[in-house]
């Protein structure tokens, strides 16, 4: 039997690790999240056919105009791609961010449940405070912005008007930034979500399906087994974090705490990529570091 040569298996590894570094499956985005993306090319507000008149999309355009915050109103059919996530609406918001990295993102959009309202999330490209001396980080800075955002808004919305959420914001937006950056960020450009070298890219990589698929299909099994037995201790530390949520945006003393805050974005990150019991045993390392914090 002739001996495979040595090069067939290095264009394997190179096509697998190419498909890998350019596709990044493990943060592909949903259909909703590209068509959104793509809706902000040249406006900051994209309103989904059959949105509903709770946030109106031309007062959400004037109020935002070129400032470095994009809007997605989508309809009300629930968001079932999503429904693994600890938290859906947060997870397209989160879709749609890596579409348009540099700008901050709020999405109008329903919950499993039927629960619609606005999520908010920081593109992971929107740069650190330029006015702070290092004592805050781009996390730190929008959970602040968020918090006092949400305390003027509170006496504001209501089930059938949500747009005050939106220009409380856009107030904090103008204010914080300003003191922190000394100026109000702009919109940044939207990724373009494929192009002809990365298809190119892929069609390399799918040389190497063939030899993989053992491997993968062994992996999924024990990826499986861990899940269902590390699935008790997940819960108990989303429940924590969602206790933990309340108490970092409405402190008992008034004051945010913006050490905490960034500690619980950071805790967030990590809950949201933990799939092993060490990357557990960290979540719930920085849990107890927060919970010291807000004594």
Same mark, same amino acid.
């Given at each position: 039997?002739?001996?495979?040569?040595? !090069?067939? !298996?290095?264009?394997?590894?190179?096509?697998?690790?190419?498909?890998?570094?350019?596709?990044? *499956?493990?943060?592909?985005?949903?259909?909703?999240?590209?068509? %959104?993306?793509?809706?902000?090319?040249?406006?900051?507000?994209?309103?989904?056919?059959?949105?509903?008149?709770?946030?109106?999309?031309?007062?959400?355009?004037?109020?935002?105009? #070129?400032?470095?915050?994009?809007?997605?109103?989508?309809?009300?059919?629930?968001?079932?791609?999503?429904?693994?996530?600890?938290? @859906? &609406?947060?997870?397209?918001?989160?879709?749609? $961010?890596?579409?348009? *990295?540099?700008?901050?993102?709020?999405?109008?959009?329903?919950?499993?449940?039927?629960?619609? #309202?606005?999520?908010?999330?920081?593109?992971?490209?929107? @740069?650190?405070?330029?006015?702070?001396?290092?004592?805050? #980080?781009?996390?730190?800075?929008?959970?602040?912005?968020?918090?006092?955002?949400?305390?003027?808004?509170?006496?504001?919305?209501?089930?059938?008007?949500?747009?005050?959420?939106?220009?409380?914001?856009?107030?904090?937006?103008?204010?914080?930034?300003?003191?922190?950056?000394?100026?109000?960020? &702009?919109?940044? *450009?939207?990724?373009?979500?494929?192009? $002809?070298?990365?298809?190119?890219?892929?069609?390399?990589?799918?040389?190497?399906?063939?030899?993989?698929?053992?491997?993968?299909?062994?992996?999924?099994?024990?990826?499986?087994?861990?899940?269902? $037995?590390?699935?008790?201790?997940?819960?108990?530390? +989303? $429940?924590?974090?969602?206790?933990?949520?309340?108490?970092?945006?409405?402190?008992? #003393?008034?004051?945010? +705490?913006?050490?905490? %805050?960034?500690?619980?974005?950071?805790?967030?990150?990590?809950?949201?990529?933990?799939?092993?019991?060490?990357?557990?045993? %960290?979540?719930?390392?920085?849990?107890?570091?927060?919970?010291?914090?807000?004594?």
């Amino acid at each position: 039997m002739k001996r495979i040569p040595l !090069w067939f !298996w290095a264009a394997l590894v190179v096509g697998l690790v190419a498909f890998l570094w350019v596709f990044k *499956p493990w943060q592909s985005v949903s259909e909703r999240a590209r068509t %959104a993306a793509g809706g902000l090319g040249e406006a900051s507000v994209y309103a989904e056919p059959g949105a509903p008149n709770v946030v109106d999309p031309e007062r959400a355009e004037k109020v935002v105009g #070129d400032r470095a915050i994009v809007v997605a109103i989508f309809d009300e059919t629930p968001l079932t791609e999503y429904a693994a996530e600890t938290a @859906p &609406r947060r997870a397209l918001c989160r879709d749609v $961010a890596s579409l348009v *990295p540099t700008n901050f993102v709020v999405v109008f959009a329903a919950e499993p449940d039927g629960d619609y #309202d606005g999520s908010y999330c920081k593109g992971p490209d929107f @740069p650190a405070p330029t006015l702070t001396d290092g004592i805050l #980080d781009a996390d730190a800075f929008f959970i602040s912005l968020i918090t006092i955002a949400e305390q003027a808004w509170q006496y504001r919305e209501s089930e059938t008007d949500l747009t005050p959420q939106l220009e409380e914001f856009v107030l904090a937006f103008d204010a914080e930034t300003f003191r922190d950056y000394g100026e109000i960020p &702009r919109r940044g *450009p939207v990724n373009s979500v494929f192009d $002809a070298w990365q298809l190119v890219l892929a069609c390399l990589a799918m040389v190497s399906v063939t030899a993989v698929v053992f491997l993968l299909v062994r992996q999924l099994g024990r990826a499986l087994f861990t899940s269902r $037995a590390l699935r008790p201790r997940v819960g108990g530390l +989303n $429940a924590r974090l969602n206790r933990l949520a309340d108490r970092v945006l409405h402190p008992r #003393d008034g004051e945010p +705490n913006a050490a905490a %805050a960034k500690e619980y974005v950071l805790a967030l990150q990590e809950f949201d990529n933990a799939v092993h019991r060490k990357q557990l045993d %960290a979540v719930e390392r920085r849990i107890e570091k927060i919970e010291e914090m807000l004594l």
